[in-house]
């Protein structure tokens, strides 16, 4: 019943970590099934030197995660639809900027913009037999398929954390 926190570390293709994802408040396992209440968890993103880049605030009581930049200004928003197989990107208007649309099993999200064109495909990966079997580890790809606007860019990157805590855990 140890307190713990959620992480993620974000890399490029090159293995290069570009940030790190960390829950700010420690949450227990028992606090976590005591609760009757949806939470709002709240993620800060950080360069490799610890310098803040973005907040991540994920609301389970309206199923909407806001991104905020460094700044504190909202980047823009990711809705889990209620199938949490589809995911709509909007931008801080609430303007529809992209959708992410998922097969059964949440391996494989396809990720578009508003016109139909394609940005990225999101992959659940082998996170290998150690962390596979003895961690709540996961690995994510994400692939650019052309090119993404930048505010879209970073809500498809955080995209990858929202279906991790949203499917997969960590709780």
């Known amino acids: 019943m140890l307190a713990g926190r959620a992480r993620y570390d974000i890399y490029d293709p090159a293995r290069n970590l570009l940030a790190i994802a960390a829950e700010t408040d420690a949450r227990s396992m028992l606090h976590t099934m005591a609760s009757l209440v949806p939470n709002t968890r709240v ?13 991540l605030v994920k609301r389970d009581s309206d199923w909407l995660t806001d991104i905020k930049d460094a700044n504190g200004t909202l980047v823009g928003r990711i809705r889990t639809e209620a199938s949490r197989r589809h995911y709509t990107l909007l931008d801080p208007a609430d303007e529809v900027i992209g959708e ?16 139909g064109e394609r940005y990225a495909r999101l992959r659940k990966t082998w996170a290998g037999l150690g ?27 955080m995209l990858s954390i929202v279906l991790d805590m949203t499917r997969h855990g960590p709780y």
């Open 43 to 55: 993620l800060a993103v950080r360069s490799p030197l610890g310098d803040p880049m973005y907040q």
């Open 100 to 115: 992410a649309a998922g097969d059964l099993a949440v391996k494989q999200l396809i990720i578009g913009g508003p016109q």
């Open 131 to 157: 962390k596979e079997l003895l961690t709540s580890s996961d690995h994510y790809t994400i692939t650019f398929t052309g090119p993404v606007p930048s505010p879209v860019r970073t809500l498809i990157v």
